[in-house]
């Protein structure tokens, strides 16, 4: 190849429990972020003065229980859910808020329009699917019993709304069969300048990942974005720019690339 371009990727070297716990603490970073934006929304922030304590509140009150609206159950695994895919991409905070609010007084129908719409609609069983298949066919790794609770512990030390949830979803695969040849450490000897990007508050694809894969790769240059958006080009100019310079022009960037959010 003349040229390649990883954007966003997942660490196969990175233990479950370690993924989890790098979720979990941009996940807490974006939140802080959303709570600090949210009387800026017109109209003001609908969660009150303490958003943030809003959304932990809510989702204590959901963690046994929930509310229905159309044979659609919001729980409060439903809301953290909601908020790893959302809060990635401010321009859904003024939204998000809004259905948190109403799921606060009660009425769970914008939450759960929210939620279908983000995970994939009518195919969202499908798409859960193809994650866990993906997910739990790179790494032969598997978290039970006592690496669970552990795992927890010290996820939560990083976000204790989001460490034990990020955990669980790591946590799927442990009933899935491990694979005979798991991806492994990446190489790539002798290739091409490799440009690897990664997004510094990206919870869903954590920026650790995106830095040990740079470092793995013979070749491997690191661009970095100060976002918690999950895929940086074409989000943004910045690194659309650089990516471009490298793809037309076999232009490489210096290590250690720093675009601004």
């Known amino acids: 190849a003349r040229a390649m371009v990883l954007d ?109 719409a983000t995970l994939g609609g009518d195919r969202l069983s499908e798409q859960l699917a193809g994650r866990i298949v993906y997910r739990c066919n790179d790494t032969d790794d598997r978290l039970t019993g006592r690496q669970l609770a552990d795992a927890v512990s010290t996820a939560s030390t990083g976000s204790a709304l989001f460490g034990p949830f990020a955990v669980s979803l790591d946590g799927l695969c442990a009933a899935w069969p491990a694979p005979e040849h798991p991806l492994g450490r990446l190489t790539a000897a002798g290739a091409v300048p490799i440009l690897v990007i990664g997004s510094v508050n990206d919870p869903l694809h954590p920026y650790p990942g995106a830095q040990s894969v740079a470092a ?46």
């Open 8 to 116: 966003s990727p997942t660490d196969p070297l990175s233990p479950p429990g370690h993924h989890a716990a790098a979720t979990a603490t941009a996940a807490q970073t974006l939140l802080t972020d959303f709570a600090a934006a949210c009387p800026g929304f017109d109209g003001g922030c609908p969660l009150g003065g303490d958003p943030a304590g809003a959304v932990t509140d809510l989702v204590h009150r959901l963690a046994t229980s929930g509310d229905t609206a159309d044979q659609r159950v919001v729980a409060g695994g439903s809301v953290l859910h909601a908020l790893l895919h959302l809060l990635r991409d401010q321009g859904a905070w003024p939204g998000l808020a809004a259905a948190l609010a109403a799921l606060g007084r009660g009425t769970a129908r914008p939450m759960a329009d929210l939620l279908t």
């Open 216 to 261: 793995q790769l013979a070749s491997g240059v690191l661009v970095s974005w100060q976002s918690g958006t999950d895929g940086a080009y074409p989000a943004s100019a910045c690194v659309t720019a650089t990516v471009d310079a490298y793809l037309l022009d076999g232009t490489v960037p210096g290590m250690g690339q720093l675009c601004p959010p």
